[in-house]
């Protein structure tokens, strides 16, 4: 029986810049954790005796990488004592003044490039056909230039792009399942997608590190043993977690806080449990309070967590009772509207599934929070917009 083992990780993304975030010492903590989560795949190389390893593009970011994380990149790559077969990705192309191009990468590493898109592994019998970026965006692959697998060796295809999606967005090299099982390989080792995707022996392991609040869940690389025994090929994948840090996102209502102690007790009530150095928080505020709510007095209380990024949406909370006494436009306006209101409650109560009814019972509320909020800002031309 012969065996393969091999760790398949893709989307490193060195030197991402983090640049939604104005602070540059927490960018560099975070290009830190982009480098101490990739150091993990490649002591799990060493630990798992594994045989290759397989890194699926986006390795680094072209437009942010420089000459210190090349050289650091260097050192590492050339201590994993395996063979390290890269593909480039939309991140890090192929192209003219490319690091895969210029730089002298460590014996062990193997860049596949449309100049030399094989390797064949004599040693551990597999052949490794890559197909990467040339360009910053490229389109349909052309499949029909890879080669028949070849006998007697385990057959991997790395390919860096989107699997099963809509192509007309996101136009970066799509292939579907059908397409790729039917060139017969072993594994599919993808890259791109920064989550965790896996259909049988096509696998995405997604970035090692999160790079922002759109890649939650859990990040890391695959362990791949592929076992071959009367000319059948199984396939056994194990991932496991490498990320450092979590994007954790909560909202919460502020209706009826009277103080932003109140707010802070319920913020901290959110973010019970979580740690201040692990999980990397975002906080939304909405509802409706009286509160003139300074986010920047409340993200203090929480500075000493890595990130502690407050938003507030919240509206304007308003008095019915002394609105309808007021005798204002302000309270003619709410007069107006509540009158509408109410038949339309009058109607709904009568009709409750009618969409249309429910429809305008939203608009309603709607153009009555922002006009009472546009009359106490002073923009009085929104009330000349309603009366045409
Ligand atoms: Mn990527």
Not at 116 to 123: A, D, G, N, R, V
Request: with cysteine.
């Amino acid at each position: 029986m012969r065996e393969l083992k091999f760790i398949h990780c893709a989307d490193i993304h060195l030197n991402a810049p983090f640049k939604e975030n104005r602070n540059e010492n927490y960018a560099e903590t975070r290009r830190g954790d982009i480098k101490n989560s990739f150091l993990k795949i490649l002591n799990r190389v060493k630990d798992t005796n594994s045989d290759l390893l397989l890194i699926s593009g986006d390795l680094y970011e072209h437009h942010f990488i420089t000459r210190k994380t090349m050289d650091w990149l260097n050192a590492v790559l050339s201590q994993v004592k395996v063979p390290v077969i890269i593909i480039p990705g939309n991140h890090d192309p192929y192209i003219q003044n490319s690091w895969y191009r210029a730089w002298e990468w460590p014996d062990n590493v193997h860049i596949l490039s449309p100049d030399k898109p094989h390797i064949l592994l004599e040693e551990l019998k597999v052949s490794i056909y890559g197909i990467g970026f040339s360009a910053f965006r490229e389109d349909k692959p052309d499949l029909s230039v890879v080669p028949a697998p070849l006998k007697g060796y385990f057959n991997i295809l790395m390919l860096h792009g989107t699997l099963d999606m809509d192509f007309t967005e996101q136009a970066y090299k799509p292939v579907t399942t059908q397409e790729l099982k039917a060139l017969n390989y072993d594994y599919y080792a993808l890259g791109h997608f920064h989550k965790t995707k896996i259909i049988d022996n096509i696998a995405n392991p997604g970035s090692p590190e999160p790079l922002g609040f759109d890649e939650k869940g859990s990040h890391g690389a695959f362990l791949v043993r592929l076992s071959e025994s009367q000319g059948e090929v199984k396939v056994e994948s194990h991932f496991f977690e490498t990320a450092c840090r979590e994007y954790c996102e909560k909202t919460i209502d502020v209706s009826g806080c009277r103080t932003l102690e109140e707010i802070k007790i319920r913020i901290l009530e959110v973010v019970e449990g979580l740690n201040y150095n692990r999980h990397l928080i975002r906080v939304t505020l909405k509802g409706r309070t009286e509160l003139s709510i300074d986010t920047e007095y409340l993200k203090d209380m929480f500075s000493d967590w890595l990130y502690f990024d407050i938003r507030n949406e919240s509206t304007k909370a308003f008095d019915i009772d002394s609105l309808l006494k007021n005798p204002s436009l302000k309270g003619a306006f709410a007069r107006e509207m509540l009158i509408r209101l109410e038949s339309l409650e009058k109607l709904l109560k009568n009709d409750p599934e009618n969409e249309n009814l429910k429809r305008e019972k939203e608009v309603l509320d709607l153009a009555l929070t922002f006009g009472l909020e546009a009359l106490e800002n002073g923009k009085l031309e929104i009330w000349g917009d309603f009366g045409q």
